[in-house]
């Protein structure tokens, strides 16, 4: 299912095309791997372009808040417009994101999940296409899951028995593309409390990264 037409570097990434649209999804577990993917579109065009997918099990949330921020930071400095979208539908998930949200001012929507047959076969049809693209890369992790995941028995979903993080990751990240760009928030202007506000949580987040590695 991945061939010529899918593969790219992420250097290749059409600059040309306008605004480009970047999407960072997050799917969480904890006794399993957390997963994180960075894809990339551009307004009327259909081509969606993954270009990471990153996982690790055990991540507490200002680790995975470290990584996301990582990621928006490099976007944002290359004039990228940044989506966070995040999986808050099984055991902590939702604590988690709202921490998330709350301690570490990182604007995250809930990841659409309803309908999952139907947004795997997209994915899957922009690869026979050729509109979804991949670094073979960065994106190893994905595709290791892609090569062997099948459907579950009753064909409405992945099949729960195999490691599905990256692919989860992945298709709340297909359908964040798909929707119109709304920014839910404005980024607040320099001097502004609500700046100042938003320049602590960082603060906060890099200390509390620093302490987590200084402690593993």
Known sequence: FFGNRNGFRNDDLPRD???????IAVDLGWHDDTAIVFSSSHRGHPDVWYRSAWKAPHLLPGRIAAEVERRRRAALAAGETVELVIDT????????????????????KNAEK???ILAIE?????????TVHVDPYECAPMLAE????????D??????????HCADAALYGYRQHRLPYRPEVEPPKPGTEAWHAEMRAKERLAHKFACEVISV
Do not use: C
């Open 114 to 116: 309803q309908g999952k």
């Open 146 to 153: 892609w090569s062997a995941l099948p459907y579950s028995d």
């Open 17 to 23: 095309r306008g605004d480009t649209r970047t999407v």
């Open 122 to 130: 997209m994915i899957r049809g922009g690869l026979l296409g050729g």
């Open 89 to 108: 539908g099984g055991g902590g998930s939702k604590q988690i994101a709202e921490d998330m949200k709350a301690t570490y001012a990182l604007p995250f």
């Open 155 to 164: 064909k409405t979903d992945h099949h729960d028995e195999y490691p599905n």
